[in-house]
Structures are given as structure tokens and as C-alpha cells.
């Protein structure tokens, strides 16, 4: 069975350092790993897919096969990164998601 | 708004009752989804549809809930009998193709 982990429940840093979310993955088929955000009263969206390689937000995350991690890295945060932070993984024919159980991302001015 | 749409926002019933919630996908996407959040955990899978077809359900979803989507448009999750244990978010997900899922605000459910 597929499992995600994001081992840290909270991560406060001040404006201007670097961030670094961890999440890794248990996942006996070829994984496709995602980060979704959710930022205070706002639904959840996607911050960005491995797949597709981008840079959102000067958000960024390298998909490690050998070490099971997705993790999301930021060089210099800013305080509208403050957020939810949700790692996810999708499975299957039908493409469900399967979510850790989240990150608080708080960037203090 | 033209993103996935969920009604209602919020949802205070007593324990017994049932209750039933609406999501209206984006307009093309063929694909649905319902999710359940509690508090301090992700959001867990409960179930698929396919256009019109429920391809898939989780063993969360005990038999007091029940999903349609007729005519592969909206969406209904109804759940009967509610408990204290069904308080939660219930949120809704639309894709289509390779397209990543895009989630509604979702419906918060309290069971008192």
C-alpha cells in the first residue's frame, strides 16, 4: 500500500532563509509525486507535479528514487509562503491521491 | 468562480440524521473525486467516479454513505445516520486527462 510522510508537523522561519519541507514516499509502482498548498481561507491547489520540473513561487522539489523523499525547497522564503503544506502521491488506474498529513509553514517578517 | 463548486460550505446536524452534499466539477472534467479531512491529517480518498461510473471506493466509506453522479455532471455524498465520528471536511476534486485534481472549498460537516 502506497504511504506518505511528512514527518514534521509545523516549520517557522524568519523572511529571507532558506526552507525545506520533507516528504517521503512508500510506493511499490512508478511514483508521480505532488505538492499542494493551501493557504489560509483559500481551497487546496497544486503547487507543483514532479513531472513537469517547474519552479513555482521559487518553490522547487527533485523526486530521489533511492531515498523514497520529495522534499520542497525554497532558498529564500517570504512571508506570503506562510501556508499549509500537503505532500501527495498518485496511484493507480484511477489516479487517486494519497496525502501526508501536512505541514504549517510559518515565515515571520 | 469556474473552478469546482461545493454546497454548502458548512453543515451543523444532529447525530441521526442524514445529510447530503453537492459538488459541480469543472465543467470538462470527466473525472470526481471525494476526500474526507480531519483535523491534523490529509485529506483521505473515499471514492471515484468516472463520468457516470463509481469505479472505485474506499473501506472508509462504510455503508452509511452513498455517492451518485448522475449523468457525470454534479455529484452527490450522502451520508445516513450520521455520527460524531463523520464531523469533518468533505472535499471534492475534478481532473480530466493528465491534468493535475483541481479541489472545491469543500464542505464542513458537524455532528453534534
Known amino acids: 500500500a502506497q504511504r506518505v510522510t511528512q514527518p514534521e508537523k509545523l516549520l517557522s522561519v524568519f523572511k529571507g532563509a532558506p526552507v525545506e519541507l520533507k516528504c517521503n514516499y512508500s510506493y511499490s509502482g512508478s511514483p508521480e509525486l505532488f505538492w499542494y498548498v493551501q493557504y489560509s481561507r483559500q481551497r487546496l491547489q497544486l503547487l507543483l507535479r514532479h513531472i513537469s520540473r517547474e519552479s513555482i513561487k521559487g518553490f522547487t522539489a527533485d523526486l530521489n528514487k533511492g531515498e523514497t523523499s520529495f522534499h520542497l525547497k525554497k532558498p529564500f522564503a517570504q512571508e506570503e509562503d506562510s501556508a499549509m503544506y500537503y505532500c501527495?502521491?498518485?496511484?493507480?488506474?484511477?489516479?487517486?491521491?494519497?496525502f501526508g498529513k501536512g505541514i504549517t509553514l510559518s515565515v515571520r517578517p | 468562480d469556474t473552478g469546482v463548486s461545493q454546497d454548502p460550505r458548512h453543515k451543523i446536524t444532529k447525530r441521526g440524521q442524514n445529510v447530503t452534499f453537492r459538488c459541480d466539477p469543472i465543467?470538462?472534467?470527466?473525472?470526481l473525486y471525494w476526500y474526507r479531512q480531519t483535523l491534523g491529517q490529509g485529506p483521505e480518498f473515499l471514492t471515484y467516479f468516472q463520468n457516470e461510473a463509481q469505479l472505485e471506493k474506499s473501506r472508509l466509506l462504510s455503508d452509511r454513505f452513498s455517492a451518485e453522479r448522475p449523468k457525470g455532471s454534479f455529484s452527490t455524498l450522502e451520508i445516513q445516520r450520521t455520527e460524531q465520528g463523520d464531523s469533518a471536511m468533505y472535499l471534492c476534486?475534478?481532473?480530466?486527462?493528465?491534468?493535475?485534481?483541481?479541489f472545491g472549498q469543500g464542505t464542513r460537516l458537524t455532528v453534534v
Open positions: 501527495a502521491l498518485k496511484s493507480g488506474a484511477n489516479s487517486k491521491l494519497t
Open positions: 465543467s470538462e472534467h470527466n473525472r
Open positions: 476534486a475534478s481532473s480530466s486527462g493528465l491534468l493535475s485534481a483541481f
